[in-house]
């Protein structure tokens, strides 16, 4: 039967998780394979198919800050998601003024944030020409796939 991982170990592998803004890693040395996943809080370890599965207990949930209240389900139809898993950066650079600010204008293409992606800048263009109603997604934020990152209408 494989040696169950520690304590230690999936405690290194939850603070790795948090320090990074990733929503998960996977690690697998011999027979056993550790999972620790932000979006169900659970950390697993994964025996063969013929072993049976350890889980330990779930990790206590934090609150993302929030940077504005969530769209409301009208809002959705003018909603810019996040393509990707990353950070959010309103400005082009630190202590530079940010791409856009509610209220604004905004022409189809040009580009209202950045999301870090593996240490790749990612400019996220306007979908559509439109106002700029709301911005969700605060500075420096890590955000998900298919998040609401703006509001254009």
Same mark, same amino acid.
């Given at each position: 039967?494989?040696?169950?991982? %520690? ?11 948090? %320090? ?5 890693? @996977?690690?697998?040395? =011999? ?13 697993? #370890? ?41 950070? #959010? ?5 630190? =202590? ?7 209220? %604004? ?8 944030? $950045? ?16 106002? $700029?109603?709301?911005? $969700? ?6 955000? @998900?796939? %298919?998040?609401?990152?703006? $509001?254009?209408?």
């Amino acid at each position: 039967m494989a040696k169950l991982p %520690d304590k230690k170990t999936i405690k290194e592998l939850a603070d790795l998780l948090a %320090d990074t803004g990733l929503s998960e890693i @996977e690690v697998e040395t =011999g027979e056993v394979r550790i999972r620790v996943a932000r979006q169900s809080a659970a950390v697993n #370890a994964v025996m063969p198919a013929a072993a049976p599965v350890a889980m330990a207990a779930p990790a206590p949930a934090t609150p993302a800050p929030a940077a504005a209240e969530a769209p409301a389900a009208s809002d959705l139809a003018g909603a810019l998601k996040s393509p990707m898993v990353g950070t #959010a950066y309103l400005s082009p650079e630190p =202590g530079a003024a940010n791409f856009v600010k509610v209220g %604004d204008t905004v022409s189809q293409g040009q580009t209202l944030l $950045i999301v870090e992606a593996m240490k790749t800048m990612n400019p996220i263009a306007a979908t559509k020409a439109g106002k $700029i109603t709301q911005i $969700i997604v605060g500075n420096e934020q890590p955000v @998900e796939f %298919d998040e609401v990152l703006m $509001i254009i209408e």
